[in-house]
T-cell receptor, first 114, second 113 residues
Framework: KAGVTQTPRYLIKTRGQQVTLSCSPI?????VSWYQQTPGQGLQFLFE???????NKGNFPGRFSGRQFSNSRSEMNVSTLELGDSALYLC?????????????FGSGTRLTVV | AQKVTQAQTEISVVEKEDVTLDCVYE???????LFWYKQPPSGELVFLIR??????QNEISGRYSWNFQKSTSSFNFTITASQVVDSAVYFC??????????FGAGTTVTVRA
């Protein structure tokens, strides 16, 4: 059974550019969440989608956006990149609508902004 | 306010020693879920255990065990007879009724041969 797939694994962008990260959840999983991990702030919640609807959004500026497609695949976009956006971005998928189903994480996309 | 506190930043042990990781959480919800995840150097968060707020029964699964105490809002995790492969960062996380996980800062465990 394939796990959560995130592409690309590594990315280097220049300040001011924009970037799109992709996440393919486990087959059958309808919930997809995104997290940012940095040495200073740790793991922080970005947003969660269920059946194409955003149900919650973390405390991030509007430059961070996301969406989910009808096949449950998700993308997140960061516009006008800043040096502080350098981080490991992790995607997680969940089978059900509620948290007790648990979350399976992908290997992440490591974004470096120079 | 930090919802999940992992007071231990780093723990270093010799192989075969037991390791106990502390986690204290804060929530006003009566229904919530607690998790432990392991993050090896590869970066992927690996699910270890899950416990809901209504089940305080402590269990053992292989070399892993956990102690959930609602009275002290603690959810501690123990690795028995540690192995070098257990070296990783361990995260405690809380899920309330808001479709997200709130993570602690993590505890780095180093197991020396």
């Amino acid at each position: 059974k394939a796990g959560v797939t995130q592409t690309p694994r590594y990315l280097i962008k220049t300040r001011g550019q924009q970037v799109t990260l992709s996440c393919s959840p486990i087959s059958g999983h309808r919930s997809v969440s995104w997290y940012q991990q940095t040495p200073g702030q740790g793991l922080q919640f970005l947003f969660e989608y269920f059946s194409e609807t955003q149900r919650n959004k973390g405390n991030f500026p509007g430059r961070f956006s996301g969406r989910q497609f009808s096949n449950s695949r998700s993308e997140m976009n960061v516009s006008t990149l800043e040096l502080g956006d350098s981080a490991l971005y992790l995607c997680a998928s969940s089978l059900g609508e509620y948290p007790h189903y648990g979350y399976t994480f992908g290997s992440g996309t490591r974004l470096t902004v120079v | 306010a930090q919802k999940v506190t992992q007071a231990q930043t780093e723990i270093s042990v010799v192989e075969k020693e037991d390791v106990t990781l502390d986690c204290v959480y804060e929530t006003r919800d009566t229904t919530y879920y607690l998790f432990w995840y392991k993050q090896p150097p590869s970066g992927e968060l690996v699910f270890l255990i899950r416990r809901n707020s209504f089940d305080e029964q402590n269990e053992i699964s292989g070399r892993y065990s956990w102690n959930f105490q609602k009275s002290t809002s603690s959810f501690n995790f123990t690795i028995t007879a540690s192995q070098v492969v257990d070296s990783a960062v361990y995260f405690c996380a809380l899920s309330e009724n808001d479709y997200k996980l709130s993570f602690g800062a993590g505890t780095t465990v180093t197991v020396r041969a």
